[in-house]
Structure formats: structure tokens, C-alpha cells
């Protein structure tokens, strides 16, 4: 391993306050020269909070316990063929200061992020992948809901067939402990759909790459439990007037299947390099970040499409809360086409976005890939 170049994986890091997870163990150190698996605790008198993950309460002051987890990768001996950002398309990227370019000045180069694919056979129109992308389902997940997490990844099939390549996206079951004793999901060779004990509702897709290149390297979606219940509310508010089984609660196994499904195959995208759309249209059409005239003028087409599709839509909504998130969508699109355009005098300025509906106040949770609406009345009732 001795003069080879190394990447310290840190986002990688499995980080758990002490009883708060089923994880809290070290996981056996790897024996391949690709990668070496480091696991080690420092102690304390631990004080967990409830749930943990993101948007959980914080820890107490005072000491606690943590299992960490370090996956140091080798990365690949020729980098992949690199693709420049282009601003119009909503891709995570990485940037790099070339130094070698015949110019009096460094610039910049940004990247998207994206993975590796390659035909096994170059000159056949649909072709298998030389290596698919292959996510592994917790072993902890919920045996019910293993179809379901499965299903949310290959969803993303027919867009790689359309680019040529025929099961480029693959989800299978993580192996058992006597099929194969070395696998472990804080392994970075491993992309994994994390289903995590918390209370947190949310779930997030994030991913490692070569920063040479941009290529995705590994993937690991944190589903936390409780995302259900988010997923669940959702559903209830926009649809429950449409779809009978949403009368009910708790939603029929089937239909919180499909749920889970949507919210996996969003994560998915993260995972992929997608980024939210929606959300980096105002910076851009608005001048805050960097676009094209091209670009602007593009986005803003597009959102001034939605918006009178949006205007169709209200026309012939009865339901109330159905027309509310409706115009809350129009609310955002309108900020975004024109900055001057303010969230309503008494939102909290902690959230995202705010806005006014009626005599509430109506805020979004900030750093949240599944939005909660967070509703106060007026005057500090709950």
C-alpha cells in the first residue's frame, strides 16, 4: 500500500451516539488492495438524544460515546473521461484550478458528477454495462419493504435504455454473514440503501467522487425510518380527497410500498448526480449564481410553462388543501421570476421559504430533502 495514493473517505464516516443504533460496532477491517476499512470508538459517559440523524435534537453538553468508521479508497489508475458542467442541467459538479492550460491565468474547471458506464459490447445499440451499478438493501431493512426499496432503484432503468445500456441499475439483498463475512455497509465498495433507527423525517442520497473527473465512485442513501411518516402525510393532504385507500389510516401495505418507492427512486437521483431542480432556478434566472444569458432565458421559460400549467390546474381544483399547495408552488415560482417578490412579513427566518396561508404562518424546515411543513397559527399557537 506503501506510495499509493489514498482518498480519506470522511462523509463515509458512521458516526453513532452510543445506544442510539444498531450499528455501534466495529466492523471488520478489509483485506483488499483497493481499500482499507478502519473501525474505532472514542468513550465518554454517553447522552444520546431520541431518534438521532439529521434534524434530530441535539446532544446534551456534557461527554458521549461514538463509533467511527474510516474507508480509505484507492482511486481508479486511469480517470474517467470527464464532462463539462453545463449550468442548464441541474448536476452536482466539482471544481478544479487548471494550472496547465497556455493561458496568463488559472481558471476554473467544473465537472459534473456521473457514473462510469461502459458497453460490453461497443457496437450493439442496447448493451449490458462492463459494471452495472449495483446498490445492496440493508440488511435491517424491513423484510415487506425490500421489494419496494428494489423496485425505487431500478425505476431508472428505462432512462439508461434509452442511452443505450440494458440493466446499467441493479438493487439486490446485502449478503448474509456466511455468504460472504467480509461485506460491511460502511465498506466503500459498496453502494447501500441505509435504513436507519431514527425518528428523523427525511432521507438523503449522497455520493463520493474521483475529484479528478467527477465519477461517482459510491453511493449510500440514509433512509430514516420515520420518513414514512412524512411520506404518509403527504399522500393524505394532496391526495386523500382522489384515492379512498388514503381515507384510512394507517395506509394499506401496498400503497406505503409505493410511497417508499417514490421516495427511493428520488433518492436514487441524488445518487446519480441530480440535484433538485426547482430549487436552483431562482439563483440562476435571478443572477445569483452563475448562468448563461442562453441559460436564464431558458429556465425562465420553463418556469413560466409550469406556471400556467399550474393556472389549468387550480381552475378546476375543489378541494381546498389540494389548491393550497398549488399556490404555494405558484408563490415559489413568482419568487423565483422576480426577486422583489417577498415571503410574507412574519414567517420564520429559519426556514427555506416562507410563506402566509390564512391565519398561519407556514415554514420549511432548512437542509431537508423531504420538505416538512412546519404549521404555527398566528400568536404562538401550535
Not at 473517505?9 to 458516526?15: D, F, M, R, S
Not at 448536476?91 to 474547471?109: C, L, N, P, V, W
Amino acid at each position: 500500500m506503501k506510495n499509493q495514493a489514498f482518498r480519506l473517505v470522511l462523509p463515509l464516516c458512521a458516526v453513532v451516539l452510543a445506544g442510539a443504533s444498531a450499528y455501534a460496532q466495529d466492523p471488520p477491517t478489509q483485506q483488499d488492495p483497493q481499500a482499507q476499512d478502519v473501525g474505532g470508538g472514542r468513550g465518554g459517559a454517553p447522552t444520546p438524544a431520541p431518534g438521532g440523524g439529521r434534524g434530530a435534537t441535539p446532544t446534551r453538553p456534557g461527554s458521549a460515546s461514538v463509533v467511527m468508521h474510516y474507508s480509505m479508497v484507492l482511486l481508479p489508475e486511469r480517470p474517467m473521461e470527464p464532462r463539462l458542467f453545463d449550468e442548464r442541467v441541474a448536476y452536482f459538479s466539482t471544481a478544479t484550478i487548471d494550472y496547465g492550460q497556455d493561458e496568463h491565468k488559472s481558471a476554473e474547471r467544473r465537472f459534473i458528477t456521473r457514473y462510469r458506464l461502459e458497453k460490453k459490447d461497443p457496437n450493439a445499440a442496447l448493451s449490458e454495462p462492463v459494471k452495472p451499478i449495483t446498490y445492496s438493501i440493508d440488511p435491517a431493512t424491513p423484510t415487506k419493504w425490500i421489494p419496494y426499496l428494489k423496485k425505487g432503484v431500478e425505476d431508472w432503468q428505462p432512462a439508461f435504455e434509452a442511452a443505450g445500456f440494458k440493466n446499467a441499475i441493479v438493487a439486490k439483498e446485502a449478503p448474509s454473514p456466511s455468504a460472504d463475512p467480509d461485506w460491511s455497509a460502511e465498506d466503500a465498495r459498496y453502494s447501500v440503501i441505509r435504513w436507519l433507527p431514527s425518528t428523523t423525517e427525511n432521507a438523503v442520497g449522497p455520493h463520493i467522487h474521483d475529484p479528478r473527473s467527477g465519477e461517482i465512485l459510491d453511493a449510500d442513501i440514509q433512509f430514516y425510518h420515520n420518513v414514512m411518516n412524512l411520506a404518509r402525510d403527504w399522500y393524505f393532504v394532496q391526495v386523500g380527497p382522489l384515492d379512498k385507500r388514503a381515507a384510512t389510516l394507517p395506509l394499506p401495505d401496498d400503497l406505503m410500498g409505493r410511497l417508499i418507492q417514490y421516495v427511493v427512486s428520488h433518492e436514487v437521483g441524488h445518487t446519480l448526480g441530480f440535484q433538485h431542480y426547482v430549487e436552483t432556478l431562482g439563483d440562476r434566472i435571478n443572477g445569483r449564481s452563475a448562468a448563461s444569458d442562453d441559460a436564464r432565458a431558458f429556465f425562465r421559460g420553463e418556469l413560466k410553462t409550469l406556471d400556467a400549467d399550474l393556472k389549468g390546474a387550480l381552475a378546476k381544483t375543489t378541494d381546498r388543501a389540494t389548491r393550497l399547495h398549488i399556490e404555494d408552488i405558484q408563490n415559489q415560482i413568482a419568487r423565483a421570476l422576480d426577486p422583489a417578490i417577498q415571503a410574507q412579513p412574519g414567517a420564520a427566518t429559519t426556514g427555506r421559504v416562507g410563506t402566509s396561508i390564512d391565519e398561519f404562518d407556514v415554514t420549511i424546515a432548512p437542509d431537508a430533502c423531504w420538505i416538512d411543513y412546519a404549521i404555527r397559527a398566528r400568536g404562538g399557537r401550535q
